[in-house]
């Protein structure tokens, strides 16, 4: 069994910061990529940033400059930086690993709310 578990989030003012961890394990094949999903209210989920197991990242170019996807040394930790947060990062995050068979698990989400 694979759990992938999320921590932080929460409330924030216009500019600030927070971070977001998700730790895979369990009985997880080896890890391709982990990355982070957000679904704005009444929108559909969207990628905000990838990282894959050679370390190669990429971003929405809405967070570009702004976040930070990085690993852990065992690279089973996934975080996500998000600094000069905006109203409009306001969403229910979400991790995703994908092992090197190609399946994907979901973590269980975390709302992030940007408001003054």
């Known amino acids: 069994q694979v759990h992938v578990v999320q921590s932080g989030g929460g409330l924030v003012q216009p500019g600030g910061s927070l971070r977001l961890s998700c730790a895979a394990s369990g009985s997880i094949w080896g890890i391709d990529a982990m990355g982070w999903y957000r679904q704005p209210p009444g929108k559909q989920r969207e990628l905000v940033a990838s990282?894959?197991?050679?370390?190669?990242?990429n971003y929405a170019d809405s967070v570009k400059g702004r976040f930070t996807i990085s690993t852990d040394n065992a690279k089973s930790t996934v975080f996500l930086q998000m600094n000069s947060l905006r109203p409009e990062d306001t969403a229910v995050y979400y991790c995703l690993v994908t092992d090197t068979r190609g399946y994907n698990y979901w973590g269980q989400g975390t709302q992030v709310t940007v408001s003054s």
């Open positions: 990282i894959t197991r050679g370390g190669t990242t």
